[in-house]
T-cell receptor, first 113, second 112 residues
Framework: DTAVSQTPKYLVTQMGNDKSIKCEQNLGHDTMYWYKQDSKKFLKIMFSYNNKELIINETVPNRFSPKSPDKAHLNLHINSLELGDSAVYFC????????????FGQGTRLTVV | GNSVTQMEGPVTLSEEAFLTINCTYTATGYPSLFWYVQYPGEGLQLLLKATKADDKGSNKGFEATYRKETTSFHLEKGSVQVSDSAVYFCALHLSFNNDMRFGAGTRLTVKP
């Protein structure tokens, strides 16, 4: 069983389109995250949710909207895709507490053409 | 704000060489510190962690010590192997809001 799974693994789309990436975790964690990894491997936090509540919302364009229907799911919807959105997007989850670690999905490689 | 700064790569070493990847942090609060590793085409996975000052995390021959006085958590390994080739990320976690921040990643290549 995959702990954190995201779909799709690859996504190629044209500029201006709207797309969604789904993430699910079966670890029972309360917190989920979205990170963006650029071509230089820099990993930047975008959002975090705790029990369906938005906790962290970094400086991310309004075109990106996270949705958490329940604490096991955190989806990312992107409107009006731009070339600069091309990256690998990682979903992760963790349980609150000091002795915690994040579990990552396999990533979604988004290519905007 | 909370941030992690780590040594820029890429780092290329010969097998059995000594590895150090520097990491320093800035945090509003008392973070836990981590090193994660990313193999090609995969997500990140935990390598080691330390939750309080002077703790040493270790795994697979890698070590890092939580130094509060220098706000550092440098990764070391005495003798690297080809299979250690990957991208290494230093990270901090703050428990009061579950903020988890990563450094820029350091790509390590080990040659036979």
């Amino acid at each position: 069983d995959t702990a954190v799974s995201q779909t799709p693994k690859y996504l190629v789309t044209q500029m201006g389109n709207d797309k969604s990436i789904k993430c699910e975790q079966n670890l029972g964690h309360d917190t989920m995250y979205w990170y963006k990894q650029d071509s230089k491997k820099f990993l930047k936090i975008m959002f975090s949710y705790n029990n369906k509540e938005l906790i962290i919302n970094e400086t991310v364009p309004n075109r990106f909207s996270p949705k958490s229907p329940d604490k096991a799911h955190l989806n990312l919807h992107i409107n009006s895709l731009e070339l600069g959105d091309s990256a690998v997007y990682f979903c992760a989850s963790s349980q609150p507490g000091r002795n915690t670690e994040a579990f990552f999905g396999q990533g979604t490689r988004l290519t905007v053409v | 704000g909370n941030s992690v700064t780590q040594m820029e790569g890429p780092v290329t070493l010969s097998e059995e060489a000594f590895l150090t990847i520097n990491c320093t942090y800035t945090a509003t609060g008392y973070p836990s510190l981590f090193w994660y590793v990313q193999y090609p085409g995969e997500g990140l996975q935990l390598l080691l962690k330390a939750t309080k000052a002077d703790d040493k995390g270790s795994n697979k021959g890698f070590e890092a010590t939580y130094r509060k006085e220098t706000t550092s958590f440098h990764l070391e390994k005495g003798s690297v192997q080809v299979s250690d080739s990957a991208v290494y990320f230093c990270a901090l976690h703050l428990s009061f809001n579950n903020d988890m921040r990563f450094g820029a990643g350091t790509r390590l290549t080990v040659k036979p």
